[in-house]
T-cell receptor, first 117, second 114 residues
Framework: AQSVTQPDIHITVSEGASLELRCNYSYGATPYLFWYVQSPGQGLQLLLKYFSGDTLVQGIKGFEAEFKRSQSSFNLRKPSVHWSDAAEYFC???????????????FGKGTHLIIQP | GAGVSQTPSNKVTEKGKYVELRCDPI?????LYWYRQSLGQGPEFLIY????????DSGLPNDRFFAVRPEGSVSTLKIQRTERGDSAVYLCASSLLPSPDTQYFGPGTRLTVL
């Protein structure tokens, strides 16, 4: 069965410090991957995505993520966090079928990011 | 431009009642998805439409849940005989191209079943 694991339910980081949020997946097919952010009362906003090609992808708000096939991981990073980054972060994975097409996304349970002043 | 819109934003109903939730995708987007997000959880896939047809409905939890997209644009998620366990935020997303493509999410409909 397809699954996405975000091992950290909560992470607390000081403002200005670096951040890494972990995401591991288990998929039988070629994956395509996303990171979304959800602020209280807000909808899901796309941070970045990986479909193919360069395994290091850049996103909005200074975020980046690296796809590591050998580790089945797609960790999200930011070199210096801002107080406005406090939110819930979701990793999502879909499968691309060998015959073309794909399916809906499987989301992790999310990581709640807290920023300390 | 206009994003994905969902109506109503909140719906409170009684156990056993029928509800309909509406999604207006971004204009021109061919694919539409429904997800359900329970408190403290990530979104859970329900159904994916490509055009008017359901390309993948494997996420619908049981036959009380049904969705339509008759003209390939607006979609309605229908829940019969609602149960308290159906309480959640129902999210709709659309993408320009068939999956895989970037999905843009609406603000959701919060359903509360009393």
């Amino acid at each position: 069965a397809q699954s996405v694991t975000q091992p950290d339910i909560h992470i607390t980081v000081s403002e200005g410090a670096s951040l890494e949020l972990r995401c591991n997946y288990s998929y039988g097919a070629t994956p395509y991957l996303f990171w979304y952010v959800q602020s209280p009362g807000q909808g899901l906003q796309l941070l970045l995505k990986y479909f193919s090609g360069d395994t290091l992808v850049q996103g909005i708000k200074g975020f980046e993520a690296e796809f590591k096939r050998s580790q089945s991981s797609f960790n999200l990073r930011k070199p210096s966090v801002h107080w406005s980054d406090a939110a819930e972060y979701f990793c999502a994975v879909g499968a691309m079928y060998s015959g073309g097409g794909a399916d809906g996304l499987t989301f992790g349970k999310g990581t709640h990011l807290i920023i300390q002043p | 431009g206009a994003g994905v819109s969902q109506t109503p934003s909140n719906k409170v109903t009684e156990k056993g009642k029928y509800v309909e939730l509406r999604c207006d995708p971004i204009s021109g987007h061919t694919a539409l998805y429904w997800y359900r997000q329970s408190l403290g959880q990530g979104p859970e896939f329900l159904i994916y439409f490509q055009g008017t047809g359901a390309a993948d409905d494997s996420g619908l939890p049981n036959d009380r849940f049904f969705a339509v997209r008759p003209e390939g644009s607006v979609s309605t998620l229908k829940i019969q005989r609602t149960e308290r366990g159906d309480s959640a935020v129902y999210l709709c997303a659309s993408s320009l191209l068939p999956s895989p493509d970037t999905q843009y999410f609406g603000p959701g409909t919060r359903l509360t079943v009393l």
